[in-house]
């Protein structure tokens, strides 16, 4: 088989920049206010916003990790897309229309809404930048992973080049772009992942007579270890009782986790209505939807053409599965196209990641905590975001060299959980409950913060196992992977208590036209024509 060509995936990749520049800065001509940098003029359309909404969502994780789950451990990691998409349900159900009716840029709009703004907004920052934080950590570090397979280079000094390479290209979206111009990357992103996907399905199908059935077959046959196993549950989480326990907390932080993302809920504000924020969700499941079913076939089919034994030889191990079914498939050129696909999944997910973080620190932290609201600053707000757009690209380059090579699924996890913990407690309770204060959104925040990370830092996958962050120390005391089957009922609890013990009362009149603005969409942020 022809081996991997390094000049001609720098090429496809090269020419892939090139267009996506383009594209932002011809999008950057009508960036001119708060609304246009932070909420692209909220201009966007439904079919638009969900096609976008799918580009951030489908990260390298969902591209590279779950074809290499599947490959490796058939139906417990498909069982990863179907948390996934599930989770969408969450958001369309509870979250989508009511946070788009309710607030402006971000989601510290939504929580503040009936509650002392300051303390509120600054929780809601925090949490936003640690999410999105751990999230660029995990981007990072991937593209450091992908890069040592596509180009060939081995040395930490190359794979760190290219870590700073990927950061610079982020910042220089979203300084140029703001939100529109890395909508329409993502856009552009979405559509070339979703069809490079399609077109490998169709040809693993192909090859055996376009029966699913040929194909699992074939991933059984080439995997004599596991078998049959490939086919049923139980393969990598049946093992013990932790590991049921630990899956069923990796898939509740899954499920939960989206309704949470900061950089998911932002989305929601680039369109003009309720109505189209809806419709975004329903394009978005289905073109999710319509990916994850890909990711079974390609799975299994780098399970049958690769073999597992290729894909744990390869540098990014499972990571390489989907590039290594490609450089089966269709040789050099298909991989090319393939990596270039890869790439630009890493960089329009952590443009989107960096927006997010620096909105969310230029108008609820300085815009709204430092200038305490006054009109006459909404221009520095739009400063301030690309300053700190700069800070936030600068720290993740340097956190994805020192999280190189490290267990990135880990990082994801945790920004699932830690979404699910201290973002999705306080949102719900803030649109459901009416009683709801602000010593009960503090507590669920920050709670929720405290008990996730500590509880990840005292887990396994930090210290104490073979693939543990650390593998030569052990300081782990808490027995799961992934801390979502107790810190999300935690922060719930936290709200709760942190609301009956206070002596603060909610404000009704607030919560009454909180309530009335998220059901109806009276009064609530309108596109603005220019």
Request: aromatic share 10%.
């Amino acid at each position: 088989m022809n081996e991997s060509s390094p000049i001609l995936n720098i090429s496809i990749f090269g020419v892939f920049v090139l267009i996506t520049l383009f594209v932002v800065i011809r999008a950057s001509r009508n960036t001119k206010t708060a609304a246009d940098y932070l909420a692209a003029g909220r201009a966007f359309t439904g079919p638009q916003n969900g096609i976008a909404i799918a580009g951030d969502y489908l990260s390298a994780a969902s591209f590279l990790g779950i074809a290499g789950a599947i490959a490796l451990n058939g139906y417990d990691g498909f069982l990863y897309s179907i948390g996934f998409l599930v989770a969408w349900l969450v958001a369309l159900l509870l979250v989508a229309e009511l946070l788009r009716n309710t607030g402006k840029y971000t989601m510290g709009d939504v929580l503040s809404f009936r509650m002392r703004q300051r303390p509120v907004r600054a929780a809601a920052a925090t949490s936003t930048m640690a999410v999105s934080f751990f999230y660029l950590l995990a981007q990072m570090a991937g593209a450091g992973g992908l890069v040592a397979l596509l180009l060939g280079i081995t040395g930490t000094g190359g794979q760190a080049l290219v870590i700073a390479v990927v950061g610079a290209l982020m910042i220089a979206y979203v300084l140029i772009g703001g939100m529109k111009g890395t909508t329409w990357v993502q856009i552009i992103k979405a559509v070339l992942l979703i069809a490079g996907a399609g077109i490998m399905t169709v040809w693993v199908l192909g090859k055996y007579g376009f029966n699913l059935s040929s194909v699992l077959g074939a991933a059984v046959d080439a995997a004599p270890k596991a078998g049959e196993k490939l086919l049923g549950p139980g393969l990598q989480y049946g093992k013990t009782g932790t590991s049921k326990l630990d899956f069923l907390s990796l898939a509740l932080a899954l499920v939960l986790g989206t309704a949470g993302l900061p950089h998911i809920l932002m989305r929601f504000y680039t369109v003009p209505t309720a109505k189209e924020a809806r419709r975004s969700v329903v394009w978005a499941i289905w073109l999710i939807g319509i990916f994850y079913l890909f990711t079974l076939v390609l799975g299994y089919g780098a399970g049958a053409l690769v073999g597992p034994d290729r894909i744990n030889a390869a540098p990014g191990k499972a990571n390489s599965a989907a590039p290594l079914l490609a450089l089966e498939l269709g040789g050099p050129i298909l991989l090319g196209l393939i990596a270039a696909v890869a790439f630009a999944t890493i960089l329009a997910v952590v443009a989107g990641l960096t927006i997010t973080a620096s909105a969310s620190f230029a108008h609820d932290i300085y815009a709204n905590i430092i200038k305490k609201g006054a009109e006459e600053d909404k221009d520095s707000e739009v400063k301030v975001a690309r300053l700190t757009a700069i800070v936030i690209g600068l720290v993740s380059i340097g956190g994805g060299i020192i999280a190189n090579g490290q267990n990135i699924a880990f990082l994801v996890a945790l920004a699932f959980a830690v979404a699910a913990s201290a973002n999705l407690p306080t949102i719900l309770y803030s649109l459901f409950w009416k009683r709801f204060n602000t010593s009960g959104a503090l507590w669920s925040i920050y709670g929720g913060l405290a008990v996730t990370i500590t509880l990840i830092v005292l887990s396994p996958a930090v210290s104490g196992t073979p693939t543990s962050m650390f593998k030569t120390v052990d300081f782990h005391l808490f027995p799961l992977s992934n801390p979502g089957i107790v810190s999300i009922p935690v922060a719930f609890l936290l709200g709760y208590l942190g609301t009956i013990l206070s002596k603060e009362k909610a404000d009704p009149l607030k919560q009454a036209e909180m309530e009335v603005r998220s059901l109806t969409g009276a009064g609530a942020e309108k596109a603005i024509a220019h």
